[in-house]
């Protein structure tokens, strides 16, 4: 098995092709790591496989507490499918709750098929079909980034900030 950081993008060449879980792991990671303001996720399920995961979890925590003005934004589109109790992503949201907000997707923006990441406005790593791993990373692309973030705005904005499964379980 891959090391979570043995894929290495390289910024300042074109995007990177993934094809398995490890390498979606350490783009995701390597995402997480070059993000100075803000991390936004789009995800069905907050993807264990991905995003409960040391490194990433370390990154995001790295981002939150060296930056006062950094945010995590994620927005999930089949909360059903999450183990709130059971998940260190949620956890992690929990307890910082200033930095790291999730919402639940509306019914209309539910049915979209992919999954992505995008630090500030410039890099992304992105999964046409949730369910598969291929994907591609890039460091160092403003268009693309501006392309996923537009449309995750959208969605964001019509979403409900009511997350009563945040809440802890008694």
Known sequence: MHSAHALKVDPAKPPTLLSSLEEVRAAAAQIAQSAQRMLTIHTHDLEPLVYDQPAFLAEVKRLVLGRRYAKVRVLILDPAQIHYDHNDFVGLARKLTSYIELRHAQPPYRDNPSSFIV??????????????????????????????????????????????????RG
């Open 119 to 168: 630090a500030d406005d410039c890099a992304t790593l992105c999964r046409l079909q949730h369910s598969r791993w291929e994907g591609i990373v890039d460091l160092n692309d403003r268009g693309a980034a501006r392309s996923f973030l537009n449309r995750f705005d959208e969605a964001w904005l019509a979403s409900a900030t009511d997350t009563p499964a945040l809440q802890r």
